[in-house]
């Protein structure tokens, strides 16, 4: 029982609570102040969809070797476009915002015993809840487009596992870097939007070579992506050899991640 702590589950279950109280703070921070508050977080995505709806629909034609659902009435590529970036901008704010995570609340780190593993996961809870407002807007839109739902719905929350993984080991992998190089935020922000172009959000996988296309199968964002396209759009559900695959690989990433986590962040007070 010495070693507990490096299992993670057991770890972040036993904080449950506070990672839960956490979260709702978070969420409710980022509109603070504002005028609608927590209502953003609905209007956002739904601005988000109507300007690409617009945009995809009616200025610019979908792209050739795009797959175009067979009724006129679904703005499909902007909905293809909208449903990639819901995990794309989990993934994105889980990178952006780890390397500061620790460094933004120093007496955590030199004054109070606080359990700092938890504060990635309270950023990426807080990203999930929103990811699911947009999810939400996406399936509502589809359904007056089409009149119908995708019958792969309940299959989502899989679609999430592999995405939760890889975020929870870059989560503790950046915070505890960003504690000792403080450039890691620079290169983060910057590989988040190299990631982004490296992803098929805004074009489809079909437009690549097939000598190429291989190497989505080596990014992990790409295949989440896919999952979500696939089971919010396409009623195929989730191709299970890839997410069997990258489940696996991902819970051994993340098992590591923490461990380093806890390992380098003795050091912490030292160099803040």
């Not at 007496?107 to 950023?123: G, H, M, Q, S, T």
């Not at 989502?156 to 504690?179: D, E, H, K, N, R």
Request: aromatic share 16%; hydrophobic share 55%.
């Amino acid at each position: 029982m010495k070693n507990i702590t490096y299992f993670p589950f057991y770890n972040l279950l036993s904080k449950r609570d506070l990672i839960l109280q956490l979260i709702i703070r978070e969420t409710s921070k980022r509109y603070k102040g504002t005028y609608l508050g927590i209502l953003w977080s609905l209007l956002t995505p739904l601005l988000m969809l109507a300007t690409y709806t617009v945009v995809f629909s009616f200025i610019l034609q979908t792209p050739k070797g795009v797959p175009v659902k067979s009724d006129p009435g679904l703005p499909y590529f902007a909905f293809s476009i909208f449903s990639g970036l819901i995990p794309f901008y989990v993934f994105s704010e889980i990178l952006v915002g780890s390397p500061n995570c620790i460094l933004a609340v120093p007496n955590y780190v030199k004054k109070v015993v606080f359990p700092l593993e938890i504060l990635p996961v309270v950023l990426l809870g807080s990203s999930i809840i929103h990811s699911m407002i947009s999810v939400v807007v996406l399936i509502i839109g589809v359904a007056i487009s089409l009149g119908t739902f995708s019958s792969t719905l309940y299959m989502l929350p899989l679609a999430y596992v592999p995405l939760i993984f890889l975020c929870l080991g870059t989560g503790w992998l950046l915070a505890s870097l960003g504690v000792y190089i403080r450039d890691i935020d620079k290169v983060a922000d910057v590989g988040s939007q190299i990631i982004f172009f490296l992803c098929p959000i805004v074009y489809s996988e079909l437009v690549i070579p097939e000598s190429y296309r291989w190497f989505l199968n080596f990014n992990p964002i790409a295949v989440v992506i896919s999952d979500f396209r696939s089971i919010l759009l396409w009623n195929h559900g989730i191709y299970w050899i890839p997410w069997i695959r990258w489940t696996v690989l991902l819970v051994v990433y993340a098992w590591i991640c923490y461990i380093w986590f806890l390992k380098t962040k003795k050091g912490f007070a030292n160099v803040m």
